[in-house]
């Protein structure tokens, strides 16, 4: 049984108003406090003054476009969990959002159920991201602080994680000296059944965005991509 979401707030940015009245009232049957807003601007302001939980964003809004309020919330907000909600299913479409650290992404159309259920493991994992206080990891070139959700590196510079991000270092870092499959991170990191999962590439498109992040190299990897199986923690330096 799952708890009550009655404190959660959901900002549902969508400039369709069949669509948006539709997951205003879905949301608020499944017990959540919703805001709405109907074009780039006001849902910009609403997700960066507003004390939302998550934003459900569209990518195609009046007076915007919803990647440029991805880019905003990441800026100002870098830990208000977004699910993009677009049309757009192309894979180029989903790297980019994801890159610009969507912490999901849903392709209408789609159904309520499915939505809520991401929703649902979204909020989870941000209410209670499984990281032990002291984690941190180092590597060559850094370290990563898991309880931060951020990298330094040796010259002082620095790089945020998302909460996926940070979620997904974290049980790599718990099965360290073991492969961990793709369907195990989607059921345990995702909280996704592998056989229905839409995105069948969201792990990889993540470990992608995470090397980008570390600066990964070849010869040195942070997460070592076993062939056929899964992937797995480096060792450290």
């Not at 939980?53 to 905003?72: A, F, I, R, T, W």
């Not at 849903?106 to 991201?129: D, G, Y």
């Amino acid at each position: 049984m799952t708890s009550t979401p009655a404190t959660q707030t959901v900002l549902v940015v969508e400039d369709d108003p069949a669509i948006r009245t539709g997951l205003v009232d879905a949301l608020g049957f499944a017990g959540y406090r919703v805001l709405q807003a109907a074009d780039a601007p006001s849902g910009a302001e609403s997700a960066l003054r507003g004390a939302c939980s998550l934003v459900l964003l569209d990518l195609m809004l009046p007076g915007g476009d919803g990647l440029s309020v991805l880019k905003e919330i990441r800026r100002l907000k870098p830990e208000l969990p977004v699910i993009i909600l677009t049309a757009r299913g192309r894979e180029s479409d989903r790297v980019t959002g994801l890159r610009l650290g969507a912490d999901d992404y849903v392709v209408k159309p789609f159904s309520v159920r499915e939505l809520l259920a991401r929703v649902t493991a979204v909020l989870r994992r941000t209410s209670k991201i499984e990281v032990d206080s002291h984690v941190s990891l180092a590597f060559q070139g850094g370290t990563i602080d898991l309880l931060r959700r951020e990298v330094v590196f040796d010259n002082e510079e620095r790089e945020e994680l998302s909460e996926r991000e940070a979620a997904l270092l974290a049980y790599l870092c718990r099965h360290r000296g073991r492969t961990v499959s793709r369907d195990e991170l989607l059921r345990e990191v995702w909280s996704v059944d592998p056989g229905s999962a839409s995105n069948t590439r969201t792990v990889d498109m993540h470990v992608a965005r995470l090397r980008e992040k570390l600066k990964d190299t070849e010869t040195a990897r942070v997460i070592v991509t076993v062939r056929g199986r899964g992937y797995m923690l480096g060792e450290r330096e």
